[in-house]
């Protein structure tokens, strides 16, 4: 999958583990490396797993829009479908297996 960053801090951190350890602390830091080579890895979307340990899944409320995987509890690993057109099903609604690109918003507590 092909991955973009917000900005050039959030390319920094989910890049260089000895920033994200910086940040995120080592468990923090382990879980995000972790997330990063599944979502290299993944050809789309529907290839990361909706159950924990990443447990995959859209946002709600005024988080509408945006996609989260867990790492270590509170942070998630936030970030948008970045495909040119959106993928949407015919009936509504994200089409997961033709996401193949995201762009990766924010590290946050979204609870």
């Known amino acids: 999958m092909r991955i973009f960053f917000k900005t050039r801090k959030l390319q920094k951190i989910c890049s260089n583990s000895s920033e994200s350890l910086k940040q995120l602390g080592k468990k923090g830091s382990k879980k995000l490396q972790q997330?990063?080579?599944?979502?290299?890895?993944a050809d789309t979307?529907?290839?990361?797993?909706?159950?924990?340990?990443?447990r995959?899944?859209?946002?709600s409320g005024n988080r509408k829009g945006q996609?989260?995987?867990?790492l270590?509890?509170?942070y998630r690993l936030l970030f948008i479908?970045?495909?040119?057109?959106y993928p949407?099903?015919?009936s509504g609604g994200l089409e997961w297996e033709s996401v193949t690109e995201i762009e990766i918003i924010a590290i946050a507590d979204t609870h």
């Open 81 to 85: 479908v970045a495909n040119n057109p």
């Open 45 to 54: 979307l529907a290839d990361i797993s909706h159950l924990p340990p990443p």
């Open 67 to 70: 996609l989260s995987v867990d």
């Open 56 to 59: 995959c899944h859209e946002l």
């Open 72 to 74: 270590e509890h509170p």
């Open 88 to 90: 949407e099903r015919k």
């Open 35 to 41: 997330r990063m080579m599944e979502l290299k890895a």
